[in-house]
Structure formats: structure tokens, C-alpha cells
T-cell receptor
Framework: KAGVTQTPRYLIKTRGQQVTLSCSPISGHRSVSWYQQTPGQGLQFLFEYFSETQRNKGNFPGRFSGRQFSNSRSEMNVSTLELGDSALYLC?????????????FGSGTRLTVV | SQQGEEDPQALSIQEGENATMNCSYKTSINNLQWYRQNSGRGLVHLILIRSNEREKHSGRLRVTLDTSKKSSSLLITASRAADTASYFCAPTPNQGGKLIFGQGTELSVKP
């Protein structure tokens, strides 16, 4: 079966712009989580969605938002981009909120803000 | 939230040697998971050990869990250059909640 698909793979944006990243989970998976990874801060949890509802949220400003659609696909949006938003954004999916077999991650979207 | 702390931060070994990484956490867990990340890529789930299990094997991987000490270890036997990656532990709390990753252990296996 297809894995977790994140698009686009690479993105270059200018400060002040906004960006939307997409994540398609494994078919049948209803939980989607988002992470930001930077060399300085490591892997930081952004939010988790399950059945179109946000279930958990990390400590990020309101410029970071997300949503999940009825087909479980998820998008995250970052408005008013800052240089510090440059990072690898990872999406992970699972069947349920607290899976007994772990999460499956996508390959990530590399965002560069210039 | 629950965060795993991996130790050591970096480990360099020769091919064929064993690699041991440790993870400590603070509160009660439902399970603990280990992930691998090759440079700039997504994380790959390696193994999940439940709180009522003490040891689990998967191929060349062996994971132990000591809930009394709130610690876990990941052993990779007969390491290969392809094992070069960062390894993260992720404790899953009893009451549910998100996975919080530590800084990871950066493993380098030299041929």
C-alpha cells in the first residue's frame, strides 16, 4: 500500500508570504500529526488531527494552523513566514490516536524562507 | 507531555560492532517507540514495546524496557554502514497524548 505522501518535497518562499503543505496519510489511517524539525530545536510537535478534529496542539504561534478533511488528508498552513520557519516539516499517520504499532512518517517538505 | 531523552548524543563505531542507545523518560507510559531517521528524511518506525513487556526483538534490534527505572535501551547487533542514522525514542503516556521526541542519538557506523 502507498505510504504517507507529502507535497511538495521542496519549497522556497519569501518572508511575509504564506504557505500550505499537504499530507495524504496511508489509506484507512484517521490520525495525522505534524512536526517541525530544525537543527537547533530538533523535532517539535505541531498538532494532531483525528477524524477532522484537532486533538492535540504544540507550542507554536497562531501563524501555524492546520486542518483535516473527510478523506483524512491534512494540510498545514503557515502565514506571514519568518526566516526561522525554515525547516523540514514532517507528517505522520496512524490508524488511531494512540496506536499500538507506531506512526508512519512521510519524507517531509523542506521549506526554505528567504 | 512526555519526552524521551536519548543517550549518548553521538556514537561512532566500526562495522560489525554492536551499538547501544539509551532512553530515559519521566512519567508513566503505555508504550515506548523507537524511530530511525536517515539524514534529511522522514522517520522510520523500528519497534514498539508495551509497558508490560521487558524485552523485544526484531531482526538485529533488541529493545529492553525497565519501567521501574523509566528507561529503555536499543541494541543494534552486528552493525552495518547502512545503520548510520539518528535514532529517537518516543514514550507514549498512559493518558494519551502526542509523541514528543528528544534530540536523538546520532549513530555513525564506519566501514
Amino acid at each position: 500500500k502507498a505510504g504517507v505522501t507529502q507535497t511538495p518535497r521542496y519549497l522556497i518562499k519569501t518572508r511575509g508570504q504564506q504557505v500550505t503543505l499537504s499530507c495524504s496519510p496511508i489509506s484507512g489511517h484517521r490520525s495525522v500529526s505534524w512536526y517541525q524539525q530544525t537543527p537547533g530545536q530538533g523535532l517539535q510537535f505541531l498538532f494532531e488531527y483525528f477524524s477532522e478534529t484537532q486533538r492535540n496542539k504544540g507550542n507554536f504561534p497562531g501563524r501555524f494552523s492546520g486542518r483535516q478533511f473527510s478523506n483524512s488528508r491534512s494540510e498545514m498552513n503557515v502565514s506571514t513566514l519568518e526566516l526561522g520557519d525554515s525547516a523540514l516539516y514532517l507528517c505522520a499517520s496512524s490508524l488511531e490516536l494512540q496506536p499500538n504499532y507506531g506512526y508512519t512518517f512521510g519524507s517531509g517538505t523542506r521549506l526554505t524562507v528567504v | 507531555s512526555q519526552q524521551g531523552e536519548e543517550d549518548p548524543q553521538a556514537l561512532s563505531i566500526q562495522e560489525g560492532e554492536n551499538a547501544t542507545m539509551n532512553c530515559s523518560y519521566k512519567t508513566s507510559i503505555n508504550n515506548l517507540q523507537w524511530y530511525r531517521q536517515n539524514s534529511g528524511r522522514g522517520l522510520v518506525h523500528l519497534i514498539l514495546i508495551r509497558s508490560n513487556e521487558r524485552e523485544k526483538h526484531s531482526g538485529r534490534l533488541r529493545v529492553t524496557l525497565d519501567t521501574s527505572k523509566k528507561s529503555s535501551s536499543l541494541l543494534i547487533t552486528a552493525s552495518r554502514a547502512a545503520d548510520t542514522a539518528s535514532y529517537f525514542c518516543a514514550p507514549t503516556p498512559n493518558q494519551g497524548g502526542k509523541l514528543i521526541f528528544g534530540q536523538g542519538t546520532e549513530l555513525s557506523v564506519k566501514p
